[in-house]
């Protein structure tokens, strides 16, 4: 089956930048999403990428993407207190998405 | 726009008893609808996915059960919890017709004790 890995914890100062990154093993994967995650909610979509880009910007948000190493990652410009959850990378597969544990993102002032 | 909802918000059961959750979608027609489970610090499992009324797909083999009985209503059912059950249980829906991505519902907490 679809693996997605992500590291577990990430720490980072508030206004500096925090990279996420994500490996996955289907080479087939059309699109790759990150979602965000705060605590007791459901998960919100942040952005995604589809297979033939190399990255996009969305405002403070960054994703790149290596499609030969199958790697992704997402960075978070100018991190705030409010970018503390937990992230999630999905790469999808005809109907389903497989995603990572999550990344449990912690910004200290 | 498009919504989606889940209910109840939380729920505490007993081992043994039923559960049936629910989760409708607003806004669209013909969504692929999914439920998943969280377990306490971990990713998600996809549990069953459903692309039309009455089409049920099982992920995983489990002591729970899903239906479709409208359009843009899903359930999630079980006869009999176990402890193994609890969870954080997501619904989402897929537009077929559009970016081709997932959204989520806000969640069902479950304690199984």
């Known amino acids: 089956g679809e693996d997605v890995e992500q590291s577990l914890f990430l720490s980072v100062r508030e206004g500096d930048s925090s990279v996420i990154n994500c490996t996955y093993t289907?080479?087939?994967?059309?699109?790759l999403y990150w979602y965000k995650q705060e605590p007791g909610a459901g998960l919100q979509l942040l952005t995604y990428i589809f297979s033939n880009m190399d990255m996009k910007q969305d405002q403070r948000l960054t994703v790149l993407l290596n499609k030969k190493d199958k790697h992704l990652s997402l960075r978070i410009a100018d991190t705030q207190t409010g970018d503390s959850a937990i992230y999630f990378c999905?790469?999808?597969?005809?109907?389903?998405?497989?995603f990572g544990a999550g990344t449990t993102v912690t910004v200290r002032a | 726009s498009q919504t989606i909802h889940q209910w109840p918000a939380t729920l505490v059961q007993p081992v043994g008893s039923p559960l049936s959750l629910e989760c409708t979608v607003e806004g669209t027609s013909n969504p692929n609808l999914y439920w998943y489970r969280q377990a306490a610090g971990r990713g998600l499992q996809l549990l069953f996915y459903?692309?039309?009324?009455?089409?049920i797909s099982s992920e995983v083999p489990q002591n729970l059960s899903a239906s479709r009985p409208q359009d843009r209503q899903f359930i999630l059912s079980s006869k009999k919890l176990l402890l193994s059950d609890s969870g954080f249980y997501l619904c989402?829906?897929?537009?077929?017709?559009?970016?081709?991505?997932?959204?989520f519902g806000p969640g069902t907490r479950l304690t199984v004790l």
């Open positions: 989402a829906w897929r537009d077929v017709g559009g970016p081709d991505t997932q959204y």
């Open positions: 289907d080479s087939s994967s059309t699109y």
């Open positions: 999905a790469s999808r597969n005809d109907y389903k998405l497989s």
């Open positions: 459903s692309v039309g009324i009455g089409q």
